[in-house]
């Protein structure tokens, strides 16, 4: 199929793999069959060619820049996405604890998974009892930290529940290192990589394609890892080889170079920022206006920018309105808005690639679908 130059209509809500912006599908399609001058294409590219080489270090550059990266960190380039590594943090960094365990807010269905996967390798202590539904951070001074943890772990942003740490967590013990999963909002506002010994996202929500796990690293925790780490784990046996170990997923890093040029361009991390608190305030605001029509669960101190759940027809949703929401809003061509099925109703993702008109279109639709069906209630 030839590409006719034409606007895509549809608006893509998804959580994952989601939207990436239109101007990287473009330039990544003028460059599909003929990168540069090279003659063939990315996806053909030996791993190890200088092209390829080159492609990779810009990718990191772009990257340090964007995220203000401090030299003290190596970025590696791994694979096995977000779940890879809530496997790998445990085996990489286990070492810094004499217990052998490690502390956990579990704060939603990500870091309660990466909490399980974790106990096959080392002690979880949780800092906090989970809430149940997830809908707000406990007060820091319900954490309980241990002074031998080999690392606390967060999730800045909990894609099924929506809830979003506006802040790194305060620690008790600075010795030990905060470790985040930021697969979700990474790019989407200012953070500070200066106070974690570790962070990791994979690149299919704000990034670009699946395939991609990246992972930021604190040089002084590489090399310990335990020795059943497998080596596509093993940050240090990663780092040795400039994140060629093994073949990496060639593709999916040009695409993150793109849209890493792509952030550059609009303006870096502050402006996306201003975009995506705008885009939120559309949505939320009519949730908050609809006198209980639409309902949001989460707290508001950690209301998330990029994916935000909601129910329609009161607190606990009415399955037949929502069934009916996304139908009407698939009829205008909006697309992946059904919320996740451990929490049920509606999940809205607004990830960096989505735009203000994007967003303002399914506020409106929200609008007008509440004043056609609010008696049904
Ligand atoms: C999507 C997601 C993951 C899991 O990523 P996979 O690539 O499917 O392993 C982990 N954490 C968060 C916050 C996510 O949004």
């Not at 929502?322 to 809205?348: C, N, P, T, W």
């Amino acid at each position: 199929m030839v590409h006719t130059g034409k606007k895509r209509t549809v608006v893509n809500f998804g959580p994952g793999p989601a939207k990436i912006p239109e101007e990287v599908l473009q330039k990544a399609q003028t460059e599909f069959l003929e990168y540069e001058h090279t003659g063939i294409s990315v996806l053909e590219m030996s791993h190890r060619s200088p092209e390829f080489d080159g492609i990779m270090k810009e990718t990191e550059k772009l990257l340090r820049d964007e995220m203000s990266i401090p030299n003290e960190f190596e970025v590696l380039f791994l694979q096995g996405g977000g779940s890879g590594q809530f496997a790998a943090v445990p085996m990489n960094l286990k070492f810094k604890s004499s217990s052998g365990s490690a502390d956990y807010a579990v704060t939603g269905s990500w870091s309660a998974k990466a909490a399980d996967e974790a106990k096959r390798y080392l002690d979880v202590n949780k800092v906090f009892t989970p809430m149940k539904p997830y809908t707000k951070i406990p007060e820091k001074s319900q954490w309980k930290f241990n002074a031998d943890a080999a690392y606390v772990y967060y999730c800045a942003n909990e894609t099924v529940d929506g809830v979003e740490f506006q802040q790194p967590p305060e620690l008790k013990y600075h010795n030990v290192p905060l470790v985040a999963d930021i697969s979700s909002n990474i790019l989407s506002r200012p953070f500070d990589v200066a106070k974690h010994g570790l962070v990791f996202a994979g690149t299919q929500k704000n990034l670009g394609a699946a395939g991609l796990t990246i992972v930021i690293v604190r040089k002084d925790l590489l090399g310990h890892a335990e020795s059943y780490t497998p080596s596509v784990l093993n940050y240090h046996e990663n780092h040795k080889m400039n994140s060629v170990y093994n073949t990496p997923p060639v593709y999916s890093i040009y695409l993150t170079k793109l849209v890493l040029e792509w952030i550059r361009d609009k303006g870096g991390v502050h402006a996306l920022y201003e975009r995506n608190k705008n885009k939120s305030a559309l949505i939320y605001d009519v949730v908050d206006d609809s006198q209980g029509f639409y309902y949001c669960p989460v707290d508001l101190s950690c209301r998330s920018n990029m994916n935000i759940p909601f129910r329609v027809g009161g607190r606990d949703g009415n399955s037949d309105l929502e069934k009916k929401f996304i139908q009407g809003a698939e009829k205008l061509d909006m697309i992946s808005l059904k919320g996740h099925r451990s929490v049920g109703g509606i999940r809205a993702s607004l990830y960096n690639a989505v735009s203000e008109e994007e967003t303002r279109k399914l506020s409106e639709y929200m609008k007008e679908f509440m004043v056609t069906f609010k008696t049904e209630e």
